[in-house]
């Protein structure tokens, strides 16, 4: 029979080896837990790379649009001078001509939203700076598609607005494009609003452009500070 000093040694050993279990598997969790904090970082730190260069083709994206756009307001805005000041035609208007008539295609179709894409796949709990995550969000989840739909629009209007009048009232050559009849072009109110219809709506999408890449260019800086933040840890 055991004496009662040799129950509460049993029982003080049993509650000793119970507790060196319980805190092995506490010990065990901590690291566990460690280990898949460390393998999120990696996750994130990829990411914010990957972000990092979608919105940056999308900056240059943007920035070589803005200067096509405004490139052709240029012209536009010369040839409403010269028509409304009743000037006459010379060989260098050919080239305005040309550029105010172009089509300039949907620069926007090819935003990336691949490193957004990524982001969704993998959670947006994933970013630890949540400051840096609602902007990610909101650029491309309402400015860059608001840019989207304003172009798709403009580039619908132009294309039905003005295609067929220039097709029979131009002639293409490798200068710029010539007016069959300058007398009547010059004259023409409905061509005079053409240029004009042209010119707001580009005017449009150019306002919408400089007003996103300031924000761009916010979200690449705390992306670059982030991503340097996690490699110095």
């Known amino acids: 029979m055991i004496d009662s000093d040799d129950g509460k040694k049993y029982l003080m050993y049993a509650l000793g080896e119970i507790a060196l279990v319980v805190v092995g598997i506490l010990i065990a969790l901590q690291i566990n837990n460690w280990n898949e904090w460390r393998k ?4 994130e730190t990829d990411l914010l790379i990957e972000l990092h260069a979608s919105v940056e083709n999308n900056k240059n994206i943007l920035e070589r649009g803005l200067r096509s ?21 010379e060989d260098s208007l050919a ?5 105010a008539h172009r089509k300039r295609g949907n ?9 957004y894409k990524a982001l969704e796949n993998k959670g947006y709990d994933i970013l630890t700076n949540k ?3 609602r902007s990610i969000v909101s650029l491309f989840e309402t400015n860059l598609p608001m840019l989207s739909t304003t172009n798709d629009q403009i580039d619908f209007d132009n294309s039905g607005f003005h295609s067929e009048y220039i097709i029979r009232n131009f002639i293409s050559k490798n200068e710029g ?3 069959i009849n300058y007398e009547k072009i010059r004259n023409d109110q409905f061509y005079i609003s053409i240029l004009k219809k042209l010119n707001s709506n580009l005017s449009r999408k150019i306002g919408r452009v400089k007003r996103t890449l300031p924000r ?8 670059e500070e982030e991503i340097k933040r996690h490699k110095t840890n």
């Open 216 to 223: 761009m260019e916010e979200v690449l800086k705390s992306l």
């Open 177 to 179: 494009e010539y007016p």
């Open 40 to 43: 999120d970082r990696v996750i």
């Open 95 to 99: 080239h305005h001509f040309r550029e």
């Open 131 to 133: 400051d840096l995550r």
């Open 69 to 89: 756009w405004q490139t052709t307001t240029q012209a536009i805005e010369i040839l409403e001078i010269a028509l409304n000041d009743n000037l006459p035609f």
């Open 107 to 115: 620069n926007l179709q090819g935003l990336d939203f691949s490193g």
